[in-house]
């Protein structure tokens, strides 16, 4: 029988089109699971080769890390280390060889104070952490040797790395034992090669000072740069390699500061490499600037022109300055009531790249200027994020990682000119993701009572009309110098709370994500604001307020709030539950902190310079959950890893005596022998979500 040859390509698209709309269907009619949301492989440690056009970055698939590249023109992603275990060893500190053929990387986690490495899987033969190295053609990766921290030599044949306070170096093809590089008092760390490869500048830890040294290899002398009573630390090269350029704080004194204090003035110096001398170059006005040489990636960078590019707050925002080295103004480079996160600079040190929240406070996007000043260029817009920039070595192709509401986190690679974007590896993201089932979160800003306008996420499920009656939940970040957002955000701790809000909400729950004052995003009297934490809690109004918000909301039941969070937010979980059980019905509480005065005695200050004085830790107690447990009555479900490193597991077993003792509220725990803060096994989080979503479901959705 004779067929017209139209009529059966137009048959046969049909049958493409009604097969493909099937399988989306299908795709879709799948139920929204736990095991689906956070099926997503999360990106991090994203570099660029020395040389070339490759880019390298881990994917953290479901608790199984390995190493990935992607070169140009097609920059086609592929998988180079082969690791097939969820067994918690952290992968990391990418480094590329020179010529960018191999790539030199870090397994496993740092000890804690006991001197053990995270093993979280309680394996019989132990874990360490170790620097490895493998082809970016692939093949079988080797070690050079136990440590963290390495530094590939621009000449390609040597890696330097840390190992307890000490350096030791491997040939980079490992025909030799790894072997100490030098004998020197102090805890040193932070290695940087003089761009020649004939020298390392690094940082001497003397308990209450700190020095940059500068090694010379090939003449095996050491020279300390500009040496006084202060901390000395983040060792920059020149592009000629003659001078150093680092940040100086003052040193420890006797006297705990102030919170006033907390984050000290800083100064620029610059020594010359050779002798040592050294000289200020320029110092902040105050101790407000000082909070951002411990937050960017690269706080100080040697720019063009003998031009220093730095982080500094003491305008009230996280900005980007640069100043001569031969002194004079100094310039702002990035002016404006906005954040500056990650920067890096162009090959030819000309121009920043960073990603920023102007314009759009709760999100991120890049941008960039020249490190003389003038007006910025939006390089990516829209309702995504993008972060963690970093310009391949021909400075025309841009990487970085991005995400949406619906898109997890990705690499992705675009042109300088914003041309040509798209992302690394789509492949990985599994094609049963449910991202069109996910919650496009709303931005809400809602005055707490003192007047602060506190920024939130609202998770609404779908379907939600006025007069459901819905049970409600509110989750708090941890930091609590941090900051969520409106999509996957770039940190996997919370990039895993994003699915577990997405996955409360696909259950029914409303969810409220709250940026409580003291953290990231809305400048430094925002992040800096009185009597928080040990102090006075000021910021628990911020989440009580919250929830009136919440009770105003027609889809609301008023009597069905809960909490959840993790660290700090475990804290405020807490916090609420003990204070406000007639509010906040239900809580999960994350390896939170309950007692500030037990953490000030435990951890010299508690990371608050909290001195001993009887009133300081009278007011320490008071802004403690453990003072307030005698009103608890809300049900509490506990999870805490036994190896915190972050919190003393100790928070989480005195809390639970004491609410035994009173014997008023319900209580639950799930604990993890030998698991750390952030849970570094993917089967860790399943099990925390389902077991917090169960909990939930019996103590917030049924009551």
């Not at 029914?508 to 003291?518: A, H, K, M, Q």
């Not at 539950?577 to 005695?601: I, M, P, Q, T, Y």
């Not at 307030?628 to 005195?654: A, C, E, K, M, Y």
Request: proline share 6%.
């Amino acid at each position: 029988m004779n067929r017209n040859p139209k009529s059966m390509l137009r048959l046969c698209l049909w049958m493409v089109c009604i097969f493909c709309f099937l399988g989306v269907v299908s795709l879709e009619a799948q139920p929204f699971t736990l095991e689906r949301v956070m099926s997503a492989p999360f990106p991090s440690d994203l570099v660029v080769s020395p040389s070339g056009n490759k880019a390298a970055w881990v994917f953290n698939d479901q608790g199984k890390r390995n190493v990935w590249v992607a070169e140009g023109p097609d920059f086609k992603a592929r998988q180079i280390t082969f690791y097939t275990e969820d067994d918690g060893q952290e992968l990391g500190s990418l480094r590329f060889s020179w010529d960018g053929n191999v790539l030199v990387f870090v397994r496993g986690g740092d000890r804690n104070n006991q001197g053990d490495s995270p093993n979280p899987t309680s394996d019989p033969r132990g874990a360490e952490q170790a620097v490895w190295a493998v082809r970016t053609t692939g093949g079988e990766p080797w070690m050079l040797g136990k440590g963290s921290n390495p530094q590939v030599s621009p000449k390609g044949d040597w890696v330097v790395f840390v190992r307890q306070g000490e350096f030791y170096k491997s040939p980079m093809d490992s025909t030799e034992k790894s072997s100490l590089l030098f004998n020197v008092r102090g805890s040193n760390s932070a290695p940087v090669w003089s761009p020649d490869g004939s020298r390392i500048a690094f940082v001497s830890y003397r308990d209450d000072h700190s020095y940059i040294g500068v090694y010379d290899v090939t003449k095996d002398i050491l020279t300390w740069m500009a040496p006084g009573v202060d901390r000395d630390r983040l060792p920059v090269w020149s592009p000629d390699g003659r001078q150093v350029a680092f940040i100086r704080i003052p040193g420890i004194m006797v006297e705990p500061p102030t919170m006033k204090e907390l984050y000290l003035p800083f100064a620029l110096w610059v020594a010359d490499a050779e002798t040592g001398q050294g000289k200020q170059i320029w110092a902040s006005p105050d101790s407000s600037g000082g909070f951002v040489q411990y937050y960017p990636a690269h706080p100080l960078m040697w720019g063009a022109g003998e031009r220093l590019v730095f982080y500094s707050e003491h305008e009230g925002w996280m900005r980007l300055y640069s100043v001569s080295i031969k002194g004079g103004k100094v310039v702002c480079l990035t002016p404006g009531e906005y954040e500056v996160e990650d920067g890096c600079l162009s090959s030819d040190g000309k121009t920043v790249i960073f990603n920023s929240n102007r314009e759009d406070m709760d999100r991120r996007h890049l941008w960039s200027v020249d490190v003389t000043g003038g007006n910025e260029r939006r390089l990516t817009r829209g309702e995504g994020l993008e972060w963690r920039p970093v310009l391949s070595a021909n400075g025309k192709d841009l990487f970085f990682l991005c995400s949406t509401a619906y898109q997890p986190a990705s690499p992705a690679v675009m042109t300088l000119d914003g041309k040509g974007r798209r992302l690394l590896a789509p492949e990985a993201i599994p094609p049963d993701f449910p991202s069109r089932n996910l919650a496009q979160p709303q931005q809400v800003v809602f005055t707490a009572p003192d007047g602060l306008a506190i920024h939130g996420q609202l998770f609404l499920p779908r379907g939600a009309k006025r007069g459901d009656g819905r049970p409600a939940v509110i989750f708090m970040h941890g930091g609590p110098i941090r900051q969520m957002m409106l999509g996957w955000h770039m940190r996997g701790y919370y990039h895993n709370a994003y699915a577990m809000n997405q996955y409360l909400a696909a259950k029914g729950y409303v969810v409220l994500s709250v940026n409580y004052r003291s953290g990231l995003g809305y400048g430094r009297a925002f992040r800096t604001a009185p009597d928080q934490g040990p102090r006075g809690a000021s910021e628990y109004q911020d989440i009580v307020a919250g929830a009136k918000y919440l009770q105003k909301r027609p889809e609301v039941d008023p009597e069905k709030i809960g909490l959840w969070g993790g660290s700090y937010g475990g804290y405020l979980t807490a916090l609420g539950l003990a204070r406000d059980s007639e509010l906040f019905k239900a809580g999960v509480d994350l390896h939170g902190v309950h007692d500030w005065s037990l953490r000030a005695r435990r951890r010299d200050g508690g990371g608050w310079n909290l001195s001993r004085d009887e009133e300081t830790m009278r007011q320490a107690w008071e802004s403690s959950p453990v003072a307030d447990v005698r009103f608890w009555v809300s049900p509490v479900l506990f999870v805490h890893g036994d190896d915190d490193r972050n919190v003393d597991f100790i928070q989480t077993t005195d809390l639970v005596q004491r609410l035994r003792r009173e014997g008023k509220a319900h209580v639950e725990l799930l604990v993890f022998p030998d698991e750390v803060h952030g849970f570094l096994r993917h089967s860790r989080w399943l099990e925390v979500f389902q077991a917090a979503a169960d909990f939930f479901d019996r103590f917030l959705a049924t009551r």
